[in-house]
């Protein structure tokens, strides 16, 4: 119906601009809303990506925690906890809300808890920042409990605005479980020839030079004797004496040529002193590391892998894996008495040149049917145990010495010999 006083066309004109003004407004307001979605939509985007990219950082940071661990455990815990607190650990208390004791806005650990907060050396990356901090808990008094560790990682953007921590509880057991009771132990055959001297250490009870499961047999000049016997005639008597040996008198000997005495434990028919043994290390991985040889890729993937021994010194602590023959040259000092090494040797051969010193615990794995050969130069000192995988032939003119207090400090993870096991069910990503 067309209002009176106003043309008809005008009137179209008019409801028509409404209705563009109204479309306008609605096209406008549909827009608006997209792009607020859209805006949105990039801003959870990129804040998905931030959170993604803090916790791959804090994942990253985690992984390099533990590997510094397994690496440095014994340094990082302070000898195992044998010794004092080192200075890096830190006590938290119900106040700190600064990482690892807390989370920047609240406290996580108490005064219960040491942190070995910010550890040097796994921090920077590229693409932004991680941090990797240690917890202990204190059990009585000041003492910490050292057999576990709280592995706790934080990874940030380089703008700050995306953080993500990850946490995980690790049980710290000593690699070598068991403590060799023989300085020589063999699966087969056991020779010991030439000049050299077998020094027996009898705190683990009845002293024992060799136990083989086959015939083990002193040849030459050979001999075995107690440490009091082979120190007797030292000046300065030290457990590693160059200038010692066991005595020439029979009647302060154990075992020498063609007469073996009680400290000889083998299988010979029943014609040594001893009745042939019943039991012998068939697999020394499995009895001294809980891994038999089938699964040995496990141990040399945690074993610093070295082409021989020439670049061993006194520093030198931990798992080493050869694949080939070990060799030590002259006077050179391999692992020491405080921090003893462990070798695994893969080839048949271990030499000691003259004036050498090594301690710790070498494991022979020759090639089957195959006896492992060891050479002990003039001089040259072996401190701890030598096991073979199968036969074994000694010679030279060198000291081997059964040092249980040596092999026992392997055994407590001395010298970084640390296996880590996380604890079920303690990872946390908050």
């Known amino acids: 119906m067309l209002r009176p006083g106003k043309p008809a066309m005008f009137q179209r004109g008019a409801a028509a601009l409404a209705s563009v003004i109204v479309m306008l407004g609605l096209i406008s307001l549909v827009t608006l809303g997209f792009v607020v979605a859209l805006l949105g939509e990039q801003r959870s985007l990129a804040s998905e990506e931030r959170s993604q990219l803090a916790a791959m950082l804090a994942d990253s940071a985690l992984d390099q925690g533990i590997a510094y661990l397994r690496r440095n455990a014994w340094d990082i815990t302070g000898q195992g906890g044998a010794g004092p607190v080192p200075a890096h650990w830190r006590p938290c208390s119900a106040s700190n809300i600064d990482p690892p004791c807390g989370d920047g806005t609240r406290n996580l650990y108490d005064h ?26 204190v059990v009585d008094g000041d003492a910490a409990a050292f057999e576990t560790v709280t592995v706790l990682s934080q990874g940030s953007t380089r703008d700050g605005m995306g953080q993500a921590r990850q946490r995980v509880s690790i049980r710290l057991n000593p690699r070598v479980s068991a403590v060799a009771a023989a300085p020589l132990i063999a699966a087969g055959a056991l020779t010991v020839s030439d000049d050299v ?23 030459g000049a050979s ?7 082979y120190l007797a005639g030292a000046q300065e008597p030290t457990a590693d004496c160059g200038a010692c040996r066991c005595p020439d008198e029979p009647t302060r000997l154990l075992s020498k040529a063609a007469a073996e005495g009680a400290d000889v434990f083998d299988r010979d028919g029943n014609v040594g002193h001893n009745p042939d043994v019943t039991s012998y290390i068939s697999d020394p991985l499995l009895q001294f590391f809980g891994l038999s040889r089938s699964r040995a890729a496990l141990l040399y993937g945690e074993a610093v892998a070295i082409a021989g021994c020439a670049a061993l010194t006194e520093a030198s602590n931990g798992l080493f894996w050869i694949d080939g023959p070990c060799s030590i040259p002259a006077n050179r000092l391999a692992g020491a008495s405080d921090a003893p090494l462990v070798l695994i040797v893969g080839g048949g051969d271990l030499s000691l040149g003259a004036g050498s010193r090594l301690h710790g615990l070498v494991i022979m794995l020759p090639a089957p049917g195959i006896a492992a050969q060891i050479d002990l130069s003039e001089s040259a000192i072996f401190v701890g145990a030598l096991v ?27 010298g970084g010999l640390i296996a880590l096991a996380p604890v079920p069910g303690s990872w946390r990503d908050w």
């Open 112 to 137: 219960r808890w040491l942190a070995y907060a910010d550890v040097p050396g796994l921090r920077p990356v590229s693409s932004g920042s991680c941090r990797v901090h240690y917890l202990v808990r």
């Open 197 to 219: 001297s077998v020094v027996v250490d009898d705190a683990l009870g009845k002293p024992r030079s060799a136990w083989a499961s086959a015939d083990a047999r002193f040849i």
């Open 388 to 414: 073979s995988a199968g036969g074994m032939t000694v010679s030279g003119a060198g000291a081997l010495i059964h040092d249980v207090p040596l092999l026992r400090k392997l055994a407590q993870g001395r």
């Open 223 to 229: 001999r075995s004797c107690l440490r009091s016997e």
